[in-house]
């Protein structure tokens, strides 16, 4: 049996962020400084479990891990920050990565109008810039691990890895556009979900609106991209050594055959949970892998 558990807490000053400024002749852009301060902390565990009876050996293993971190500064005393074109602000106290969005309230069953809340939480049809609030929901997982298992029996071996990643949130941009109706409806193809759940008639129960509603990003597409993969799945067969003693030519002779990425479960809408960043945009999904092979040793 085999237990590690490590707590870290980290304080870093002086981190490069992107300061705007205005030119001499009008224009603006943006400079790294290093001026931002963060702190960081979290938990990781690690568990083992290895045994054999006979013949049979086997070891389980489980690993699980939680990060925070917490924008201490940014720059120049200011407090907040808005990441252009991201749907992200930075803020002293909040976490980085977090969201910064309008929260969608819905369709309006009587006319199949947009609904969302103001910043004081009430309902209103309009959308407004000064309404969005931190959602508290980051792209960078707090909560993430994996867990796998070993089974041996003489020469036949079982191995299989899974990963998991818990409360990360990304937008799906894919949906802003195939479900946006008139506003990109004559430019790009469009989700089966505006045929069958848009809303029609009166009392219609629904997220998706009337037909010439114009959409807006908010967290409507902000969607839960947590997930557990099966990443690696082999089955293996070496021949005994009885049996190559007497070729007089093989030391280890092999046989195998394996899986990657077999299956994710996950009630993410996109392709492929896994992404690298806070957008998720018709990126390539990881693509599964069978192999079969044979290693051999003279």
């Keep these: 049996l085999g237990l590690t558990l490590d707590y870290f807490q980290k304080k870093t000053t002086g981190m490069l962020i992107q300061k705007p400024y205005i030119g001499v002749i009008g224009e603006g852009g943006y400079k790294w400084y290093n001026a931002a ?5 979290g938990v990781e565990a690690t568990f083992t479990w290895r045994d054999e009876i006979k013949d049979f050996k086997y070891d389980i ?4 891990s939680y990060y925070k971190n917490e924008i201490t500064e940014l720059y120049n005393g200011v407090q907040e920050y808005v990441m252009a074109t991201t749907g992200m602000k930075l803020a002293v106290g909040h976490s980085y990565g977090e969201f910064y969005l309008n929260r969608y309230a819905g369709v309006n069953p009587a006319n199949g109008e947009q609904l969302w809340y103001d910043k004081d939480g009430n309902v209103t049809n309009e959308f407004r810039e000064g309404d969005k609030v931190m959602t ?5 997982a707090p909560w993430m691990g994996g867990f796998g298992t ?22 799906n941009n894919d949906r802003f556009f195939e479900e946006s109706g008139v506003t990109f409806g004559t430019a790009y193809n469009q989700s089966n979900r505006l045929l069958y759940d848009r809303w029609k008639n009166p009392g ?12 807006q990003l908010d967290d409507r597409y902000l969607e839960n991209a947590s997930f557990l993969r099966m990443k690696n799945l082999s089955l293996s067969y070496s021949l005994p050594q ?12 092999r046989i195998f055959g394996q899986a990657q990425n077999l299956f994710t479960v996950t009630g993410f809408n996109g392709l492929d949970p896994e992404v690298s960043s806070n957008v998720y945009q018709a990126q390539y999904p990881a693509s599964r892998q069978f ?4 290693e051999v040793s003279f």
């Design 204 to 215: 219609d129960i629904t997220d998706i609106p009337r037909w010439g509603e114009i959409n």
């Design 291 to 294: 192999t079969m092979g044979v």
């Design 136 to 140: 508290g929901k980051t792209y960078d």
């Design 37 to 41: 301060s963060m702190d960081n902390s």
């Design 242 to 253: 009885r049996v190559l003693r007497k070729s007089n030519f093989f030391s280890s002779v």
């Design 150 to 171: 070993s089974l041996r029996w003489k020469g036949l071996q079982l191995s299989a890895q899974f990963s998991w990643i818990g409360k990360r949130y990304v937008i």
């Design 61 to 64: 293993s489980f690993n699980l």
